[in-house]
């Protein structure tokens, strides 16, 4: 392209500017119908939709007649819709904050071991993450199974009763949180250990000889340095935690009676499997204002980093 | 900073020894807690494996369920001779095959187009294909679901209850974040670079497949991973959207076929699952760099 806009521009001197012009259009023009397919897939499948879902909360039930916000009016009165509403907030809150923890706390072992055997010792603990969750929802859901439970097996000399893991609301809803963190836990191990191994040696020198104790070193140097990239995978995560789907419906399909639903799963039991389209997708729709929050806060941090490089 | 350590951690000669002993407990600790948590990150996937080897009787024997007293294979060859699971698997093989090719071609044409050759609107299209990736699936499989139902008044082209419907349907998961990824990776490849194929008459094309391409092949393998595993691991879409047992995939098929009313055949599910859950496991076995590579480029790259 280049080669044959250079002869072009040298025998029409005077005309250079507007063929250098056309040129940089040219380039533009392609460089458009490069990302074309991206940005039908995006229109279609996805911008589309979203905004259909608004749409759709509009309808009543036989999609025959536009009700406003009557769907919204009508989940407002209903008992299960706020406790989709608290087991929603319940679930991604208390999951994001122990994945964090318990990220941090094996990415801190994993830190601390020789360096050449840590790359075993990673790979091991990822694991969770690499099974796909429907799969190993289903071996926790065999695990925590009423009557051959052996987890309730290996916990009975330790003087604990049959636990109902998944028969009773408390325990049921223990249940989910606990696999949520089983799957999540790793992807913040991996991404502390690797905002852990930025931290400068010097920091923690300097720290050691004023005399700091290990808590000390964590609290004024680690959290610090780390600030970003915990606060950026708490936010990826608690998006992710909000609409989950698979761990839910595998484990408890929202039972014992409602009492694990979250958003996601609701709107599929409400929407699909109760044949009520618009209220599947107004239950859906009360996910956006916590996205948008998460969403917000993370583009800041982008923006913000693009603009130091 | 480093100077100033170094002076004053030559006058305490005698605290190394304490020093050194401390580190050996944290080194004990650290150890202690890494085996509890291993022990924890991996008990269902091996109670999986053992439950596979054991027989019907004695999966409902009241004996201990962590010991398998009568090792067997006959649950992998009730499993694979059946004509459904094998099905399954290769309904999967063939949509993520067919995702991955899709994904990598829209996403990697895309990423050169957004990070190099700058048009209008461009940076905006960046930002926005990211926040696509925020948008979930639970939000948009219902707004989906009519509209294939009007595809098919419209154009009589019946989209539900077919496998290669989720190969239209999955790169919205996967591109927007392999194209995220691409971007950062071709950004950090220096200008001087495609500056100088340029100069040397190279196309925007040969640019991209002579340079750009090798250049950044790890983060194209961490894209192909991770639209792999994304594809592999999809529970919704297929759980929405296809029906017929000849139409469903794995993690689906499972469900449906080998839980019968309240009959759970434990032994062959958990193979099923074992199974199931191989081909991300044997990638992520060997190629575990990339698979990490890629995921934390997601946050801490752009």
């Not at chain 1, 071996?139 to 987890?151: G, K, R, T």
């Not at chain 1, 004024?220 to 936010?235: G, H």
């Not at chain 2, 960046?126 to 925020?134: E, I, N, R, S």
């Not at chain 2, 250049?215 to 994304?230: C, K």
């Amino acid at each position: 392209m280049a080669d044959v806009a250079a002869p072009n521009s040298i025998a029409a001197m005077g005309d250079s500017r507007s063929s250098l012009h056309k040129l940089m259009q040219r380039k533009s023009t392609v460089a458009f119908l490069m990302a074309l397919p991206l940005i039908l897939l995006i229109l279609i499948l996805v911008a589309y939709p979203a905004g259909y879902a608004v749409y759709l909360a509009m309808l009543n039930k036989g999609m025959t007649r536009f009700v406003g916000f009557g769907n919204f009016e009508f989940l407002f009165t209903r008992d299960t819709f706020w406790l989709v509403v608290y087991q929603s907030c319940l679930f991604a809150i208390t999951a994001v904050i122990f994945k964090a923890i318990i990220g941090f706390v094996v990415a801190h072992f994993v830190h601390n071991i020789p360096s050449k055997g840590q790359r075993k010792w990673r790979g091991m603990l990822l694991v969770p993450w690499v099974i796909p969750p429907a799969m190993s929802t289903l071996a926790w859901l065999w695990l925590f199974d009423p009557s051959y439970s052996a987890i309730n097996y290996l916990l009975e000399p330790l003087g604990v009763g049959r636990i109902p893991w998944t028969g009773e609301a408390g325990w049921a809803r223990f249940s989910v949180i606990l696999v949520n963190v089983w799957i999540g836990a790793p992807f913040f191990m991996i991404m502390y250990l690797a905002a852990l191994k930025s931290v400068p040696e010097q920091l923690y020198e300097a720290a050691a000889i004023d005399g700091a104790t290990w808590w000390q070193r964590i609290w004024f140097v680690t959290l610090p340095m780390m600030r970003n990239i915990i606060a950026i995978t708490a936010l990826f995560s608690l998006i992710v935690t909000f609409a989950n789907f698979d761990i839910v419906r595998v484990l408890t399909a929202g039972g014992p009676l409602n009492s694990t639903h979250i958003f996601g799963t609701w709107a599929f039991r409400v929407g699909i499997e109760g044949g009520d389209i618009p209220l599947g997708a107004s239950v859906s729709l009360f996910m956006v204002p916590i996205l948008a929050v998460a969403a917000t806060f993370i583009l800041r941090d982008i923006t913000k980093r693009g603009s130091e490089v | 900073m480093a100077n100033v350590a170094i002076a004053e951690g030559a006058t305490p000669r005698p605290n190394y020894g304490s020093m050194s002993k401390d580190r050996r407990w944290a080194l004990r600790w650290s150890y202690f807690f890494l085996v509890l948590f291993a022990i924890f990150f991996l008990m269902p996937p091996i109670y999986m494996l053992i439950t596979s080897l054991k027989t019907s009787q004695e999966i409902s024997a009241a004996g201990n369920p962590w010991w398998i007293y009568n090792p067997t294979l006959a649950n992998y060859i009730e499993l694979l001779t059946q004509n459904h699971y094998l099905t399954f698997f290769r309904n999967s093989a063939i949509v993520s095959v067919c995702v991955v090719a899709v994904t990598m071609l829209i996403s990697v044409i895309a990423a050169f187009a957004l990070a190099r050759m700058k048009f209008w609107g461009s940076a905006t299209l960046a930002t926005g294909v990211f926040l696509t990736y925020l948008i979930p699936e639970t939000l948009l499989f219902i707004p989906l679901f009519k509209m294939f139902a009007w595809v098919n008044e419209t154009f009589d082209i019946q989209l539900m209850n077919h496998w290669w419907t989720l190969i239209i349907l999955y790169p919205t998961l996967t591109v927007p974040f392999c194209t995220w990824i691409m971007i950062g990776y071709f950004a950090s490849i220096p200008k001087e670079l495609d500056e100088a194929a340029l100069i040397d008459g190279a196309t925007w094309t040969q640019t991209l497949t002579k340079i750009f391409i090798p250049v950044a092949l790890p983060g194209i393998i961490a894209a192909t991973i991770f639209a792999f595993t994304v594809s592999w691991a999809q529970f919704l879409y297929p759980l929405a959207f296809t029906t017929s047992t000849t139409e469903l995939v794995l993690p689906v098929g499972i469900i449906t076929t080998l839980i019968k009313g309240d009959v759970f055949n434990w032994g062959q599910i958990m193979t099923g699952a074992l199974l199931g859950a191989a081909p991300p496991l044997v990638i992520y076995a060997f190629l575990m760099d990339y698979y990490i590579a890629g995921l934390t480029a997601g946050a801490t790259k752009g």
